[in-house]
């Protein structure tokens, strides 16, 4: 039963860091938005090799969790992590696109007002 | 009546083609002397079109900001053109041009950085508007009181004129989506002195306002929230001249 859960567990982060890597590779991921998932990969990893922990006495005591229920929870932390952190990202992108917009803006007013100004002189 | 100082108009406008233009004529008539910059938002009409027409600068938005943007983007302006004072006015019509001396006289005589243009002081004339939109603006107007210590009836009201500290404070920073009542908590942690003036409003002579019924409770809680997260804020140093944000 325990076995099969970690055979389980173990693919699914294998495949979960593989995937991050061909995606850095492919310059698809930056790296720095690409550590988060890393570090779930690897940490859902160790927990299929060393269920031993999980399972001991001291543990199940001072969490109250078995080990597959901790699997779970210790994921969903991660990505609750990572979807924290896109929201930061998002945030901060919110603001430059503002701030970029609102130079444009300023940048094309500021040309046109010169573009008339020449063409004025020009004129007379 | 004469002011040696370089004032500026700001109007938002957003998808109001059919009332900018008066709003620009309306502006040009009683102050002849001042600049007017219409923030086009991002407008799929021809509210740009309209107002250029009037004879105003028009900085067109590349797409739609929200009301704290565009407002931003025109003290941006205001603030690098080296403008004295700022008024804003908006561009749907509801603010009376004609007004716009009193704000300017309050903020000369009584050493104010802004001036608000009030709907329900004491002395302003009887204003129409819906229940909703009543008990929002008093809740809004006891919470604010409260934050900035004095007491402010109109806190949503987005006919205010700006002196040169307001204009560069605003021109680093400005809140967001719906951003009037926000911004009286901004200006009172800058320490910056506000005061109201009693002003009669028009209806609007288009379209409804960007706060319909449904959108009001929604409304009301997020400009709380706001208002409450920016109590614990960094205060936005004021800079010196020529400084950057």
């Known amino acids: 039963m325990l076995i099969q859960i970690q055979i389980v567990i173990g693919t699914l982060s294998v495949i979960l860091l593989l995937i991050t890597f061909e995606l850095i590779r492919k310059e698809r991921l930056r790296e720095e938005y690409s550590i988060l998932w890393l570090f779930t990969g690897i940490a859902i990893f160790i927990f299929s090799l060393w269920p031993e922990f999980f399972l001991s006495q001291f543990f199940t005591r001072i969490t109250g969790l078995s080990y597959l229920s901790a699997v779970v929870m210790i994921t969903f932390l991660f990505l609750l992590m990572i979807v924290l952190h896109f929201s930061v990202v998002i945030s901060k ?21 010169f573009k008339k100004h020449c063409y004025l002189q020009e004129s007379q | 009546m004469e002011f040696h100082r370089k ?11 059919g009332a900018v233009g008066k709003v620009v004529e309306g502006v040009k008539n009683h102050l002849p002397e001042v600049d007017i910059l219409v923030v086009n938002d991002g407008s799929a009409d021809l509210t740009s079109e309209k107002a250029r027409a009037r004879g105003a600068l028009v900085l067109d938005l590349p797409f739609n900001l929200g009301i704290g943007g565009a407002m931003q983007a025109g003290y941006k302006y205001a603030d690098a053109k080296g403008y004295d004072i700022a008024i804003q006015v908006d ?3 509801q603010h009376d041009p004609k007004e716009i001396p009193k704000l300017l006289r309050a903020l000369e005589e009584r050493q104010w950085d802004i001036a608000i243009g009030s709907r329900f002081t004491a002395n302003s004339a009887e204003y129409k508007s819906s229940m909703m939109r009543r008990v929002g603006i008093s809740l809004f107007s006891k ?18 004129a700006a002196n040169r500290r307001a204009i560069r404070l605003f021109a680093c920073d400005y809140p967001q989506d719906y951003p009037e009542p926000e911004a009286l908590v901004l200006l009172s942690r800058s320490g910056l002195k506000m005061g109201e003036v009693a002003v009669s409003m ?12 449904i959108k009001a409770i929604y409304y009301m809680v997020k400009v709380l929230v706001a208002i409450f997260v920016d109590c614990f804020k960094k205060r936005t140093p004021l800079r010196e001249e020529g400084e950057r944000c």
């Open chain 2, 91 to 93: 561009g749907d019509g």
């Open chain 2, 202 to 213: 028009n209806q609007r002579y288009f379209g409804e306002s960007s706060i319909t019924k």
């Open chain 1, 93 to 113: 992108l919110t603001d430059r696109n503002k701030e970029l917009a609102q130079r444009h803006a300023l940048l094309e007013l500021e040309f046109n007002e």
């Open chain 2, 143 to 160: 919470v604010i009181s409260m934050i900035v210590g004095q007491q402010l009836t109109d806190p949503t009201s987005g006919f205010r």
């Open chain 2, 7 to 17: 004032i500026f108009v700001l109007i938002p406008a957003y998808n109001e083609e």
